[in-house]
């Protein structure tokens, strides 16, 4: 009776267990992708849960969005198979497969692909305080620079390193944008480094309460951090985005989804098409939806495509490498 019964129990849990968590190619065929989106508050997890209700409601393949502490975490949470999408800036993307930066330490991760280039992140230099006005007047302020060795950590450092600015010459916290915003508004940093599309929603909610500033970077100081770190684009944030005295020049970052490459053709076809074929109506869903466009999706050139998003744009006529 005792082996009937753990008999039993062992084929029901291998009954429960998602494909999913098994790994291999079969996984987004016959199970869920986990797809490593950020915190729910940024444009990553709201973007990101559009995406996969809309693939999941119109293809095959099943997809579910997951708050995750952004791209590094996406990246190694990927590697363990833990989930099989992830959203990623493109300078991470890069440290990754190239083993540098922040995955020095560790060493390369190299067993993804690209899947597409969605929009542009902006580095959003957030504060209430009306007499920052520049960079270099984060000087002796208390800064939030992103969680410890995220990638907003290294955007606020090459940002600050323009300025000749160091991590010791400020008051430095390491904070989620959740988190940013809220020590914003309780008053105990003077200002925070959000890495996202904008409008960002811990942004959007701050401003709705209070006065908004967005810190600009120079013209100058913009050319040397492009000259240094090419990954960086010249970007602009409208003054209606939050409701500022005037536009913010910044630069931005590529956000990116990846897949690991054992998930199926199949799949991540089903999640390119679904994503170009249907973007007006996900435009309707998010704002970000407005910003999808075939040449910016198929422009990376630092890591190969999968297979399956090769298909789909080889189909629009567009060529793009592989592994």
């Not at 409601?57 to 990246?75: K, L, M």
């Amino acid at each position: 009776m005792k082996k009937t019964f753990v008999a039993l129990a062992l084929i029901v849990l291998l009954c429960l267990t998602p494909v999913f968590a098994q790994g291999g190619s079969d996984a987004g065929t016959s199970g869920t992708l986990r797809f490593g989106t950020g915190g729910d508050q940024g444009t990553y997890y709201g973007f990101g849960n559009v995406l996969a209700q809309r693939i999941s409601s119109e293809t095959d393949t099943s997809v579910v969005a997951v708050v995750s502490a952004g791209s590094q975490d996406n990246i190694e949470m990927m590697d363990m198979n833990s989930y099989q999408l992830g959203f990623v800036q493109t300078d991470v993307m890069s440290y990754a497969y190239n083993g540098t930066n922040l995955f020095a330490e560790t060493g390369a991760i190299s067993d993804f692909s690209t899947v597409a280039a969605l929009y542009m992140e902006q580095v959003q230099i957030v504060t209430l305080d009306p007499n920052i006005k520049t960079v270099a007047d984060l000087r002796g302020k208390r800064v939030s620079i992103g969680s410890s060795g995220s990638g907003v950590y290294y955007n606020a450092l090459d940002i600050l390193g323009a300025y000749d600015i160091t991590e010791n010459d400020i008051k430095a916290t390491y904070q989620s944008f959740g988190d940013s915003v809220d020590a914003l508004q309780d008053g105990k940093i003077d200002a925070a480094f959000v890495v996202a599309g904008a409008p960002t929603v811990a942004v959007s909610t701050l401003a709705t309460t209070h006065k908004v500033r967005l810190v600009s970077i120079d013209d100058d100081h913009i050319n040397r951090l492009l000259s240094e770190s090419p990954y960086y684009s010249p970007y602009t944030i409208s003054k209606d985005v939050y409701g500022t005295d005037e536009d913010c020049q910044t630069v931005a970052v590529g956000a990116v989804i990846i897949a690991r490459d054992d998930v199926s053709e199949d799949a991540v076809y089903d999640v390119v098409s679904t994503i170009f074929n249907d973007k007006e109506a996900i435009a309707q869903s998010h704002d970000k939806g407005r910003e999808l466009d075939l040449g910016f999706a198929t422009s990376i050139t630092t890591v190969p495509y999968h297979a399956g998003a090769a298909k789909y744009f080889e189909e629009q006529g567009i060529t793009v490498p592989t592994k």
